[in-house]
């Protein structure tokens, strides 16, 4: 016989924290129809009722009927169904668990190089106490040399001499 269930072992106090606002009407009225049934299930017995068979032969008049019918009421088994799921279930959980906990510790990769990113700013000196040649030494790739790339004003790529329009520049000539 399958085991009686006594109460939800659902933490619906956590499901609700994970739902969004606008889903909650939805959750509450799951929750209506899961109590409402969980309150089916407990008003009925566990077990079914026990029938007094001698109290039928007694008041049954035709011999025998009684005892084929305590036969095959006795015989009677409802089969529990066999739970074919939750090997699956747990398959499927230990692939998200896999996915989950690699995206974490791909997360934690990130998070530490962002922390070194940050301990490398917080050592810069702040950029009202910079001169141009500390910007200079802290972003080379950015920072202007007249020397080597001399530049134009204002000193953006487009007013260069050797810009090239990538919009032209994929564009067929006719």
Do not use: C
């Not at 072992?9 to 129809?33: H, T």
């Not at 026990?50 to 019918?69: E, L, R």
């Not at 702040?126 to 080379?140: I, L, V």
């Not at 329009?165 to 067929?172: G, I, Q, R, T, V």
């Amino acid at each position: 016989m399958a085991k009686r269930i006594a109460q939800s072992s659902v933490n619906w106090s956590a499901l609700a924290e994970r739902v969004p606002a606008e889903q909650k009407v939805n959750l509450s009225a799951f929750k209506l129809k899961s109590d409402t049934y969980l309150r089916r299930v407990l008003a009925n017995p566990a077990e079914p009722p026990k029938i007094n068979w001698a109290q039928y032969k007694n008041v049954v008049p035709i011999p025998g009927m009684v005892d084929s019918f305590q036969k095959q009421y006795e015989a009677l088994k409802i089969p529990y169904p066999a739970d074919t799921m939750t090997a699956k279930v747990d398959a499927q959980w230990a692939e998200v668990k896999k996915a989950v906990d690699a995206f974490i510790a791909e997360s934690n990769n990130h998070i530490a190089n962002y922390e070194k990113e940050i301990a490398v700013t917080k050592a810069l000196l702040p950029y009202d106490q910079m001169t141009m040649e500390d910007f200079r030494d802290a972003y080379p790739e950015e920072a202007l040399d007249p020397l080597n790339k001399p530049t134009f004003w204002p000193h953006d790529a487009e007013e260069q001499l050797d810009y090239v329009d990538p919009e032209k520049s994929h564009a067929p000539a006719h």
